[in-house]
């Protein structure tokens, strides 16, 4: 992804090609009225999580008076508890495999975390 937030997911330099935050922003009206999705790669997965976080950022984001609430509410938002996948609350069980390992638990949630933050930078900016 294009971002300086820091975390495990591969970083691409500064362009105007756009990244998977990108995507999940550009289809997000197409996107929320499907009821089911076609997944075709693990890309299919991290729009289908996008699609659902900026749900609840836009939630949040309605509230906001300024932009500096927004960008709080945004930083807050990223860093709450959130369950990942083969967790009871994580709304993707079924199109997400359970982490293997505890490393691979903590690396997925950094990626979601290094995703959300990003997402939340983006929104504010629109």
């Not at 932009?67 to 509410?73: D, R, T, Y």
């Not at 990223?78 to 199109?95: K, M, Q, T, W, Y």
């Not at 290094?114 to 929104?123: F, I, T």
């Amino acid at each position: 992804i294009k971002s300086q937030i820091r975390g495990p997911a591969p970083l691409l330099p500064p362009s105007d090609e756009g990244d998977i935050i990108d995507e999940a922003l550009y289809y997000f009206k197409a996107n929320v009225f499907f009821r089911t999705y076609e997944i075709k790669s693990e890309g299919d997965r991290v729009l289908i999580y996008l699609t659902l976080y900026i749900t609840e950022c836009l939630k949040k984001l309605a509230k906001c008076a300024s932009k500096s609430q927004a960008q709080n509410e945004m930083y807050s938002l990223a860093i709450s508890r959130f369950d990942i996948p083969g967790e009871a609350g994580f709304p993707l069980n079924g199109v997400y495999m359970r982490p293997s390992s505890n490393e691979e638990a903590d690396t997925m949630r950094q990626y979601f975390l290094q995703l959300r933050h990003e997402m939340g930078l983006r929104l504010v900016e629109k």
